[in-house]
């Protein structure tokens, strides 16, 4: 028994599957995480290890070679590159796609135990961090009143940052600008000097005494207790009562009446000054030059952007009230905006979509019950299609609803087929459900055939996904959502639209029925004009068999024209998102100081304000610490310069492109400043259109060759490349103290000493 005879004997079992799957995929959609662009697993690990007031070549001799060599060995690996600065080394692993990122890193763990034993003492452990694009933050909120900003920064740290970090999908909130609160203790060197102590051991002891430990258990009847003791400081006085030396006094008295010498405590409070201060300066954020503090929000990776953005407005909304009257929490940047706008328009398209093809249906088919038993099909099929991606572990995102948008044209094509072929057994005189199931099954195979055939031209997406690398992760969502809405269409054809027509399809002559009304004279006028585009089929038909030579040729020609055509229309890996936010980095000489770098980005940004017309707000923050979790970078610094959107900009206002050369243009009025512009978070996410990698075993011909090429660019391809710069940095400016071994060891020291 085929499918469709057993449908059509079973239309109630038939109706309720169906209104079952419908109503799972209705509820699976509103759960679908919703994104820009799919999940991408990037095929990078990193490992990140510090070492301390170390040189870059220091660094790469202790730490970075020790680490390279068991990281060669790992499974799967493609590239290894390796970055040693002062301070820290960084190692990125490049695999093949494909790899098991869990899997790699678990075996990355292993072979570092291998080494920890043979790193210096002074370094840190690695850190392995798995690269996701989700690590930028999704939006960021600016924090701004008529306060310092060490105020503003613990207003966001006590009442801003856990409250936001409260709610679900927000991975951390990351704070810039101002200065964090800390225990100060203000020792003079004299002082030091007094006790033959040194900082480090006077650290040491309070780190000692600040502690808070576990003593086991014991049990005492029935009762078993835990033994814990507690040691940290509770307050200042704590602190300054802290014992750091002991002082023997000299002995007092004369011949046997000569005392004992005492041993008096030293307490920190009797060398040092302890109070509640602030930590050095690690970073500046202004809004519109005023001094702020920047909130970045970083949502947990596969949560849903759009939810979690709109969960953190709410939040900010209970938040305000909570904060004084003269500090405003406002919104700055927000990438799920352009999420959204994207989506929706997107849903837009398949929805006018639909509405066209039913449309096209009633004016071909005439009969708006045909029409409606059709168009069930794409309803039904899209939201089907929407619960396995909800269990398959798509997102709702840009490329998934491009191949849905893609496949609603096709959903109606096998139920069309079926449907006119029920028709014409019902015109034959067949009844209803006979005709059902002769019509249906008489199509079966080549709706089949026709529909995999479909199938297989997104099948080597598939089955290259690995080899096609990032590309391949972005169109699996496009290639699963047309193949599967497909499938469904074909099971709503086959089984389905049988059912509907032995219920509802009524035979009727088209010819022959009476028309009436203004519906009348519509029909008959597409009657007629479909009799003439027959008679003008027929002619073009008939021309074409009596030339089919030249014919043939013609659409040869044309075949060729068309690869000809392909080198003009261009090639872009990834298209620009329309956006109004401008983005600057700036990359100072390393060593620079905080103030130097921060004078450099406020002069810009004093320039940009008085060139550029229609911008809203501009954003700006200097120094602060990277992804990667290294320190804080003092030499560098970012600009985030927001215009007013299109569609409320005035004449004369810059657009972005107009604004972006502007920018562009001040760049050369900074000596030594490396700067970079951007501005959606495809293109940040894609890099550079062009990479160069330079090779030597040398390092001085290394630099050498790489300047002599970014010079020989930036002469021969002015106003086609820009921002040409390379990855090599300069170490810190170092002062190196040579020592004389034999005078060191007449005084009875050593190097460490």
């Known amino acids: 028994m085929s499918l469709s005879k057993l449908a059509v004997s079973k239309p109630t079992t038939v109706l309720i599957i ?28 990193a490992v990140s290890c510090s070492y301390t007031n170390a040189g870059p070549e220091e660094v790469e001799r202790s730490v970075t070679r020790t680490l390279e060599s068991v990281l060669s060995s790992i499974t799967g690996l493609k590239t290894m590159t390796s970055t040693s600065s002062t301070g820290s080394s960084m190692i990125l692993l490049e695999l093949n796609y494909g790899t098991n990122l869990d899997e790699a890193t678990n075996e990355i763990r292993d072979q570092l135990d291998l080494v920890k034993n043979f790193m210096p003492e002074e370094a840190g452990s690695p850190l392995i961090i798995k690269m996701d694009p989700s690590m930028l933050p999704i939006m960021n909120f600016v924090l701004s009143g008529n306060r310092t900003a060490e105020e503003l920064r613990l207003y966001a740290e006590d009442i801003v940052q856990p409250r936001l970090e409260q709610i679900d999908g927000v991975a951390s909130v990351q704070i810039s600008g101002g200065r964090e609160k800390a225990i100060v203790v203000d020792i003079p060197r004299d002082r030091l000097e007094a006790y033959s102590l040194t900082i480090t051991q006077i650290a040491q002891m309070i780190g000692a005494q600040n502690v808070q430990g576990s003593g086991g258990s014991i049990s005492e009847g029935d009762t078993t207790y835990t033994i814990s003791t507690s040691g ?71 949560k849903n952007s759009v939810q979690t953005a709109h969960a953190v407005r709410k939040q900010v909304e209970t938040i305000q009230p909570l904060l004084p009257a003269d500090v405003v929490l406002t919104e700055s940047m927000n990438t799920t905006d352009i999420i959204e706008l994207s989506i929706n328009n997107i849903i837009n398209s398949v929805v006018q979509g639909a509405l066209l093809a039913v449309l096209v249906l009633l004016v071909f088919l005439r ?63 067949a009844k209803a459900k006979a005709a059902a199931i002769l019509g249906s099954q008489e199509m079966i195979m080549a709706i089949t055939a026709s529909t995999l055939t479909t199938i297989c031209v997104f099948l080597p997406l598939v089955m290259y996904s690995n080899e096609l690398g990032m590309l391949g992760q972005i169109f699996s969502g496009l290639t699963f959502t047309v193949v599967f809405s497909l ?6 054809a086959i089984i389905l639209v049988p059912v509907l027509a032995s219920k509802y399809l009524k035979l009727e002559n088209l010819a022959t029925r009476e028309r009436k ?15 003439s585009v027959d008679v003008a089929y027929s002619k073009k038909v008939r021309w074409v068999l009596h030339h089919k030579t030249l014919f043939i040729v013609f659409i040869f020609l044309l075949l060729i024209g068309s690869f000809m055509l392909i080198p003009v229309i261009g090639f872009i890996y990834m298209p620009e998102q329309e956006s109004n936010n401008i983005s600057v980095s700036l990359t100072m000489p390393k060593g620079t100081r905080l103030e130097a770098t921060d004078e450099v980005i406020r002069n810009l940004e004093n320039m940009i304000t008085q060139d550029v017309i229609g911008i809203k707000e501009v954003t700006s923050s200097v120094g602060g610490g990277g992804l990667m979790g290294g320190g804080s970078n003092t030499n560098t610094a970012s600009l985030n310069i927001t215009l007013y959107p299109s569609a409320e900009r005035q004449e004369g206002w810059d657009s972005v492109e107009e604004a972006t ?92 000493s």
């Open 18 to 45: 169906f209104v079952i799957l419908a109503a799972l995929g209705i509820y699976s959609t509103a759960q679908l995480p919703v994104d820009l662009l799919p999940d991408m697993e990037l095929p990078m690990i």
């Open 232 to 302: 940290e400081y509770s307050s200042l006085e704590d602190i300054r009562n802290t014992v750091i030396a002991y002082k023997t006094d000299a002995a007092a008295g004369y011949g046997a009446a000569t005392a004992a010498p005492t041993v008096q405590k030293v307490l920190l409070r009797d060398i040092a000054d302890v109070y509640e201060g602030y930590k050095p300066v690690s970073s500046y954020a202004y809004v519109n030059g005023v001094p702020c503090v920047i909130l970045n929000i970083q949502k947990q990776s596969g």
């Open 367 to 429: 009969s708006i019950k045909s029409t409606i038993i059709i168009s069930i099909t794409i309803p039904v099929s899209l939201v089907i299609t929407l619960g396995v991606m909800k269990f398959s572990g798509f997102s709702l995102n840009m490329m998934t609803l491009a191949g849905l948008s893609l496949g609603v044209g096709m959903l109606v094509d096998n139920s069309i087929v079926i449907l006119e072929n029920i028709y014409s057994y019902r015109a034959k005189g």
């Open 487 to 492: 499938l469904c269409s074909l099971a709503v």
């Open 517 to 531: 009304g203004l519906w009348g004279k519509i029909d008959g006028k597409i009657d007629k004009f479909f009799a």
């Open 661 to 752: 050369a502007k920018i562009r243009s001040k760049f050369s009025l900074f000596p030594g400043a490396e700067f970079s512009i951007g501005g959606s978070s495809v293109a940040m996410m894609t890099g550079s259109d062009v990479d160069v990698a330079v090779n030597s075993n040398s390092m001085e011909q290394l630099v050498q060759a790489v300047n002599d090429i970014i010079a020989a660019l930036e002469k021969n391809t002015e106003g086609v490349l820009t921002e040409i710069t390379s990855s090599y940095e300069e170490g810190l400016p170092q002062v190196e103290i040579k020592i004389d071994r034999n005078k060191l060891q007449d005084l009875g020291l050593n190097i460490y």
